[in-house]
């Protein structure tokens, strides 16, 4: 199990659970669009049992514009400094650096660029200088256009070959490589097959040593597989929390730092199994 400086460290997959607020994210958009009931909701995943809020002003669905800096600003500090105060660890997901800045200045302990630094290369200076943890998730582009970058001759191994440069200038800026968390961005530039490939090898990214954190909750490539068979509707995103949880049992199995999730209860009992069980499965192999 990877660990990350100065963050918490239970011995099993940690849960960082979301707070997005937007007014259209996919799966939550709007429902904690004011400041109040966002600090609220972040609490709430705190309490039962979130290691960490991960706390958003832009929605990077398929298609999403940008919302100005401004705006962003304004949607995620007041909500980061009220959680972060209650002495939740709480993560900025954010692909500017001004907003990292800010919100670091308001007590976040770590950034999630989506982006790896290319949206705001600056942003890696940031970080380097609050000395703070930072996801780098790999990334091709913004989501008005990212789906037409959904190419790659073996998805795997083109991601990791792509995460390599983020992690390199990473380190360049002075980002500590032990804070370093990589993601391989499930739906980012990705079609469905690209996600469940991505799955089914996930121990070879687990493998390069550096934490590795998933987002498989509630998006569309769930939707999809768990459709009506009767009309092919799509699963709505708020009815896809039991197959998410499925994802993390086997995720947190391969051995993933965090996942990361709407719904927290089930996926904290979820990593717990899977510590359990993975602890057995050690023991069984050690012949102990
Ligand atoms: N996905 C979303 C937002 N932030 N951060 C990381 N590190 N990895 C992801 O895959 C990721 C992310 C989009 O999902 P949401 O709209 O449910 O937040």
């Known amino acids: 199990m990877a660990y990350v400086d100065g963050l918490p460290q239970p011995n099993r997959s940690l849960v960082m659970g979301v707070v997005n607020v937007t007014p259209d994210s996919f799966s939550d958009g709007g429902l904690w669009f004011d400041a109040s009931s966002a600090v609220d909701h972040g609490l709430r ?8 809020v ?9 298609g999403a514009k940008r919302p100005p800096l401004e705006e962003e600003l ?15 660890t709480v993560s900025v997901d954010t692909m500017r650096s001004e907003v990292a800045q800010q919100a670091l ?7 999630n660029d989506v982006s790896g630094g290319l949206a705001d290369p600056d942003i890696l200076r940031v970080v380097a200088d609050a000395d703070v943890p930072i996801v780098l998730m790999h990334w091709r582009g913004h989501s008005d ?9 073996d998805v795997v191994t083109d991601v990791m070959t792509e995460l390599q440069p983020r992690i390199d200038a990473a380190i360049s800026a002075g980002i500590a490589e032990q804070r370093i968390i990589i993601d391989p961005g499930l739906g980012f530039a990705k079609t469905w097959d690209h996600n469940w490939t991505v799955l089914a090898r996930l121990v070879e990214i687990v493998n390069s040593g550096f934490p590795v954190l998933v987002a498989a909750s509630r998006k569309t490539f769930l939707g999809e597989l768990l459709a009506d068979p009767h009309t092919g509707e799509r699963r709505e995103p708020h009815q896809r929390d ?10 947190a199995l391969d051995g993933v730092w965090a996942v990361r999730v709407h719904e927290v209860p089930a996926n ?3 990593v717990r199994v899977a510590a359990r069980l993975g ?8 012949g102990t």
């Open 45 to 52: 995943l705190a309490a039962q049992g979130a290691d960490l």
């Open 54 to 62: 991960d706390v958003g002003g832009e929605s990077t669905r398929p």
């Open 74 to 88: 304004r949607r995620v500090v007041p909500v980061v400094r009220e959680v972060a105060a209650a002495g939740v």
């Open 105 to 111: 200045e308001a007590g976040a302990h770590l950034v």
């Open 145 to 153: 256009h990212m789906q037409e970058l959904a190419v790659y001759d």
């Open 242 to 251: 039991a197959a998410s949880t499925a994802l993390t049992t086997t995720m």
């Open 268 to 270: 904290v009992d979820a």
């Open 279 to 286: 602890w057995e499965r050690s023991s069984v192999r050690e």
